[in-house]
Nanobody, 125 residues
């Protein structure tokens, strides 16, 4: 059974930093594309960042480019999202997900087949 568990969310002031982690089990995650998405209250789930299997390529939403960094530690089956220069508009529940794709860093939610339960990130102004 594939499971993804996010952690690292919390309350931070604008301009601060957080690092989210996503621990995976039930699959050899290293070969698969993984991604981060977020959902603010009353809004649809949006793409944040993605990384292909073995970390060969990454892709970011324009809104986070230059501030967020996605990475993975395949030995630990863990995905990370380093978030710097946080803004109030980054407030959302953040979800990690894994795809059956391997070499493509895809931003499309429909390409992901397993999702974590989410972790809340709140940025105060």
């Amino acid at each position: 059974q594939v499971q993804l568990v996010e952690s690292g969310g919390g309350l931070v002031q604008a301009g601060g930093s957080l690092r989210l982690s996503c621990a995976g089990s039930g699959r050899t995650f290293s070969v698969y594309t993984m991604g981060w998405f977020r959902q603010a209250p009353g809004k649809e789930r949006d793409f944040v960042a993605t990384i292909s299997g073995f970390g060969g390529s990454t892709y970011y939403a324009d809104s986070v480019k230059g501030r967020f960094t996605i990475s993975r530690d395949n030995a630990k089956n863990t995905l990370y999202l380093q978030m710097n220069s946080l803004k109030p508009e980054d407030t959302a529940v953040y979800y990690c997900a894994t795809s059956s794709m391997r070499s493509i860093a895809t931003p499309r939610p429909n390409n992901y087949d397993y999702w974590g339960q989410g972790t809340q990130v709140t940025v105060s102004s």
